[in-house]
């Protein structure tokens, strides 16, 4: 499991826009995104948390390891 705190995620199309960015990177990866504590939860298959913290900051969010 890989956790991150985005706290520039703030509304519904931020946690699609990031599962989407995270699917784009590892298609098979499960995602779980709590808005109110800004927590990004991922369980990837091929991804590493460097690519997944990368496609978070692409899609225009900052990803902090937690």
Known sequence: MITFEV????CG???STITKA???EDKDAK??????????VIEPLS???EELQHA???AGYTPVPV
Do not use: G, P
């Open 47 to 49: 991804a590493s948390a």
């Open 56 to 58: 978070i900051a692409e």
């Open 22 to 24: 995270v699917k784009a």
């Open 31 to 40: 995602v779980q995104i709590d808005l109110a504590t800004h927590r990004v």
């Open 13 to 15: 199309h931020c946690v």
């Open 7 to 10: 706290n520039d995620m703030t």
